[in-house]
């Protein structure tokens, strides 16, 4: 052991001396506690082992990625934090869901939020697998909406939304409750009802795989969010240890969400990333049904500001029962939520006489009741989200930009 670490030492000095690029911190602590260790086992033709070195392999690409892509040297620096984020969920979602034994995950924290994602909701999601029939029950509570989106694809083939329902089509009881059925075949649905009828029911497929759930929050202060549990229906499997093939399949799992939540700048509007200070009217259909709600029309777009300044939004908002207005960095991160402005819900924002609203989007405080914060992004991108209005003619947002010295 002694020789090992002298020879490590010697290599150490060489490597230094000729400019390679030695290990530090954690890294350099990894190098030597390795030195002098035996394992005669050969584990490396493990699947999971190789989804591992897949996972790290697209992990590296990713970070040269942003090395390249970032325009200024904040985004860069965010950048890094972003790319833990995105790995944190994508494990959480992915690798630590049990189909055999499913539990609600909160995909967000109160600092984390990637994805594109609204701000003022609460997103859970559960692997599953088609084999099982499910029942989900919980309360309702009093947020404006809450939906769920079930998928199906597995391993790295794209995610699609094969059942879908929302709290309007809920039956819920005197007491809040609700139960959901997720079955291959139509079971007795009285059998599971409540006061207000049967319980819902959605027919999956054999590669069903998930469910994501959005809570939408018009006011955090005030709102009752829903509860939620999940089981397998029927007989319960019984448990044995993850196998080599469980674990790989999970890896694989988080390798194709970490893909699809890194790269949501290059494939939803990518336009947006060269047209700047302007909107595009969309919906699920052309976003993917897996990755957004089916009851949203969205307006999304991208600014791009001086420190001088400022971008100033109008719009008209249309007859909904909730809709926000959220800003997002270059990785379609909302920044930091918890101590700046950078999302407005129905319930939050000023309106005007004639119910239309204008935002001011600014590096620093104009004071402007409904001032949403860049947090130092001369460049992002910006999202409203109107529930239950596709297919309404609203207006597009008028944008404005203008000197803060302007306004």
Request: proline share 5%; glycine share 8%.
């Amino acid at each position: 052991m002694i020789k090992k670490l002298i020879v490590f030492g010697l290599v150490l000095s060489v490597g230094v001396y000729i400019g390679f690029q030695l290990p530090r911190g954690a890294g350099l602590i990894v190098a030597l506690t390795s030195v002098g260790s035996n394992n005669e086992s050969n584990y490396t033709r493990l699947k999971s082992n190789q989804a591992l070195i897949d996972f790290k392999a697209m992990f590296d690409r990713t970070h040269q990625m942003v090395l390249d892509e970032a325009q200024t040297q904040q985004e860069a620096i965010e950048g890094m934090r972003w790319l833990l984020r995105v790995m944190a969920m994508s494990a959480e979602v992915a690798a630590d869901g049990n189909p055999r034994y499913p539990h609600f995950q909160q995909m967000d924290t109160l600092a984390r939020k990637v994805g594109g994602d609204n701000p003022d909701a609460e997103y859970h999601n559960v692997q599953i697998d088609g084999q099982y029939d499910y029942i989900i029950t919980g309360t309702r509570g009093t947020v404006p909406y809450i939906g769920f989106t079930i998928t199906g694809g597995k391993g790295m083939t794209p995610r699609r939304q094969v059942g879908y329902i929302n709290d309007l089509e809920l039956n819920v009881g005197d007491q809040g409750n609700f139960t959901l059925l997720l079955t291959k075949e139509k079971p007795d649905l009285d059998a599971y009802g409540n006061s207000a009828g049967p319980a819902n029911w959605i027919q999956i497929p054999e590669d069903a795989s998930g469910i994501l759930v959005r809570e939408y929050i018009a006011d955090r202060s005030t709102e009752v969010l829903p509860t939620l549990s999940i089981e397998i229906l029927g007989e319960q499997p019984p448990f044995v240890p993850p196998t080599d093939d469980d674990i790989a399949n999970a890896l694989i799992g988080t390798s194709y969400a970490f893909l699809k939540l890194s790269t949501l700048h290059k494939y939803v509007l990518p336009e947006l990333l060269e047209e700047k200070n302007r909107f595009i009217q969309t919906t699920s259909e052309s976003l993917g049904g897996a990755i957004s709600s089916a009851d949203n029309l969205y307006m999304v777009g991208s600014y791009q500001l001086a420190q001088d300044e400022a971008l100033v939004v109008r719009v008209e908002p249309p007859q909904s029962r909730y809709w926000n207005f959220t800003l997002e960095s270059r990785w379609h991160e909302t920044t930091d939520y918890l101590h700046r402005p950078v999302s407005l819900t129905l319930e939050e924002v000023t309106y005007e006489d004639d119910g239309k609203v204008e935002f001011v989007i600014a590096h620093q405080n104009p004071e402007h009741s409904n001032w949403l914060d860049t947090s130092g992004q001369e460049f992002g991108f910006m999202t409203f989200r109107w529930l239950g209005s596709k297919g309404d003619n609203i207006p597009m947002p008028d944008v404005e930009v203008v000197k803060l010295s302007d306004l």
